[in-house]
C-alpha cells in the first residue's frame, strides 16, 4: 500500500517480470508474477518538480489459473 502524502503527484511503477509490467495508479492492483523468484519492484513518484524512485525486491509466488 502506498501512503504517500501530497496533492498532484505522479506515480510510475514498473514490476520486472509482471504482467502489466507498468502502472501509473497510486495503488496498483492485479500485478501477476508468472514465473517464481525475486522480481525488482521500482515507483517514481514526482510532484512536477522532483522525483523520488525506490526499488524493492520481491519473492513472486506463481498463481496458476
Known amino acids: 500500500t502506498n501512503n504517500t502524502i ?12 509482471g504482467k502489466p509490467a507498468k502502472s501509473s495508479d497510486k495503488n496498483p492492483t492485479n500485478v501477476v508474477f508468472e514465473t517464481p523468484g525475486d522480481h525488482r519492484i521500482q515507483v517514481a513518484v514526482s510532484n512536477g518538480f522532483e522525483t523520488i524512485t525506490t526499488n524493492q525486491n520481491t519473492s513472486g509466488l506463481v498463481n496458476h489459473r
Open 6 to 17: 501530497g496533492e498532484y503527484l505522479t506515480y510510475q511503477w514498473t514490476f520486472e517480470g
